[in-house]
Structure formats: structure tokens, C-alpha cells
């Protein structure tokens, strides 16, 4: 078992940067995959980044080219560094883990 704790979410003007962090409780370097959700009012859940423990990465196309997911495995501790950011990025983001374990998330709010 693991416990998540999301962090980094905040308020920002639209083309701004924010880094989201995910901390585990217990070693991630066997985790496979980390990944990050978000959840928007009135939207599906999606989707944004995953990293394999090999360290591959993959992207949902509206994240490609702005966002980047890492993983510091010596920290337990994931990442998402969102740059350019949108409205429509606006959503309470999740990390999750072996697709089994989520965090409570933190909000991200990008005002135009």
C-alpha cells in the first residue's frame, strides 16, 4: 500500500507555470506507472501524463508540448510541470499509482 499527497496547486494567469508534486509514503521505484489525472467540473475524468518506472513518458494531446511528468525516485516523489497553461486546464489534479493508489489531489485554477 502507499498513501499520495498532491501538492503545487494554486491560482495563476493564463500562459503561467506551475509544478505539481506527488509525494509517496513508501518507495516508488518499483511503481509502474505513476500517473496524473485531472477532474473538471461538469467533464470526465482524463487522463493528463504518465511515467513508467523505466522512466517513458506519455501525454494526453491537450497536455503534449506544455506539460512534463517526472519521477524522482531517491525523493518518492512525482511530478508534472505544467508551463502555458490554459482555462480549460483548470481542474483538481490526481496522482495515482500502480493504477490502484490516488491522492486527495490539489486544485489548479488558471484565470484569463
Known amino acids: 500500500q502507499v498513501q499520495l499527497m498532491e501538492s503545487g496547486g494554486g491560482l495563476v494567469q493564463a500562459g503561467g507555470s506551475l509544478r505539481l508534486s506527488c509525494a509517496a509514503s513508501?518507495?516508488?521505484?518499483?511503481?509502474?506507472?505513476m500517473r496524473w489525472y485531472r477532474h473538471a467540473p461538469g467533464k470526465q475524468h482524463e487522463l493528463v501524463a504518465h511515467?513508467?518506472?523505466?522512466?517513458?513518458?506519455n501525454y494526453a494531446d491537450s497536455a503534449k508540448g506544455r506539460f512534463t511528468v517526472s519521477r524522482d525516485n531517491a525523493k518518492n516523489t512525482v511530478y508534472l510541470q505544467m508551463n502555458s497553461l490554459k482555462p480549460e486546464d483548470t481542474a483538481v489534479y490526481y496522482c495515482?499509482?500502480?493504477?490502484?493508489?490516488w491522492g486527495r489531489g490539489t486544485q489548479v485554477t488558471v484565470s484569463s
Open positions: 495515482n499509482a500502480d493504477c490502484t493508489y
Open positions: 511515467i513508467t518506472s523505466a522512466g517513458s513518458t
Open positions: 513508501r518507495s516508488i521505484f518499483s511503481i509502474n506507472p
